[in-house]
């Protein structure tokens, strides 16, 4: 597809509607979407004003943000390359949303208890008031990515919920969420409830072990996402715009 087809294609788009993918770092997109090589230090955020500059993609994930919050180099980093209001999808902390430390992510503390499982201060002080000093104009969704939850947790899908509540009732209402959750089970009607009264979005999944988005719930606060293979993301909810 030539650029001028490229454009006309993305004037179609509408313009409340962001495709992008759910990272970048993509050296076999060369010739799709990268026209250059990128080596050494820094490859990454030099990749990314490529990436802002591909006519179909008006979003992008921040996956690497799960494993730790970016750093002020970071993000001022990436702030730099991003044409301004370009919003990006960031997955938060793992160390916010891990009820039991799994051994394959963190051995020496595997089988614990997290102390830190969905505790708003860390969230806010790790994660939110650094975006907002060095990244606001690029702070789309923060993606609460939980992984399983094992029944001898202690934690059913009722108890979830009400964490959720009160976790969701100590954040700033201004700031954009969604949720993703891999329980079956934790999709209650409770749970959906929460979601609409803060305003977060449901994050679809097409994880192993969960229904697919039609036989789900429906909610007016939805996200989806897609197979694990296809990095793409898409998420809309009553504060944010559609994101693909």
Same mark, same amino acid.
């Given at each position: 597809?030539?650029?001028?087809?490229?454009?006309?294609?993305?004037?179609?788009?509408?313009?409340?509607?962001?495709? $992008?993918?759910?990272?970048?770092?993509?050296?076999?997109?060369?010739?799709?979407?990268?026209?250059?090589?990128?080596?050494?230090? $820094?490859?990454?955020?030099? +990749? /990314?004003? %490529?990436?802002?500059?591909?006519?179909?993609?008006?979003?992008?994930?921040?996956?690497?943000?799960?494993?730790?919050?970016?750093?002020?180099?970071?993000?001022?980093?990436?702030?730099?390359?991003?044409?301004?209001?370009?919003?990006?999808?960031?997955?938060?902390?793992?160390?916010?949303?891990?009820?039991?430390?799994?051994?394959?992510?963190?051995?020496?503390?595997?089988?614990?208890?997290?102390?830190?499982?969905?505790?708003?201060?860390?969230? /806010?002080?790790?994660?939110?008031?650094?975006? &907002?000093?060095?990244?606001?104009?690029?702070?789309?969704?923060?993606?609460?990515?939980?992984?399983?939850?094992?029944? &001898?947790?202690?934690?059913?899908? %009722?108890?979830?919920?009400?964490?959720?509540?009160?976790?969701?009732?100590?954040?700033?209402?201004?700031?954009?969420?969604?949720?993703?959750? =891999?329980?079956?089970?934790?999709?209650?009607?409770?749970?959906?409830?929460?979601? =609409?009264?803060?305003?977060?979005?449901?994050?679809?999944?097409?994880?192993?072990? +969960?229904?697919?988005?039609?036989?789900?719930?429906?909610?007016?606060?939805?996200?989806?996402?897609?197979?694990?293979?296809?990095?793409?993301?898409?998420?809309?909810?009553?504060?944010?715009?559609?994101?693909?």
């Amino acid at each position: 597809m030539t650029p001028e087809e490229l454009g006309r294609l993305a004037e179609r788009i509408p313009p409340l509607v962001r495709f $992008g993918a759910s990272s970048w770092n993509y050296p076999g997109w060369r010739g799709l979407v990268y026209h250059r090589d990128y080596l050494g230090k $820094g490859a990454s955020t030099r +990749m /990314l004003e %490529e990436y802002a500059a591909f006519p179909l993609f008006r979003t992008v994930g921040i996956d690497s943000s799960f494993y730790a919050p970016p750093t002020e180099e970071v993000l001022r980093g990436y702030a730099e390359r991003l044409p301004p209001g370009f919003p990006c999808v960031s997955k938060v902390w793992n160390q916010v949303t891990v009820q039991t430390f799994a051994k394959p992510l963190d051995k020496p503390r595997a089988g614990q208890i997290n102390p830190d499982f969905l505790n708003p201060d860390v969230f /806010l002080e790790a994660v939110y008031e650094p975006y &907002q000093r060095w990244f606001a104009d690029h702070a789309g969704p923060f993606v609460f990515e939980f992984q399983a939850i094992g029944r &001898q947790s202690g934690v059913g899908p %009722e108890d979830f919920a009400g964490r959720l509540d009160e976790f969701f009732t100590a954040l700033p209402r201004e700031g954009q969420y969604a949720v993703e959750v =891999r329980n079956e089970e934790f999709l209650t009607p409770m749970y959906f409830a929460v979601l =609409r009264e803060h305003g977060v979005a449901h994050v679809f999944s097409s994880w192993t072990r +969960m229904p697919s988005p039609s036989s789900a719930e429906s909610s007016p606060s939805t996200a989806r996402r897609s197979p694990r293979s296809v990095p793409v993301d898409t998420a809309t909810c009553r504060k944010c715009p559609s994101w693909a």
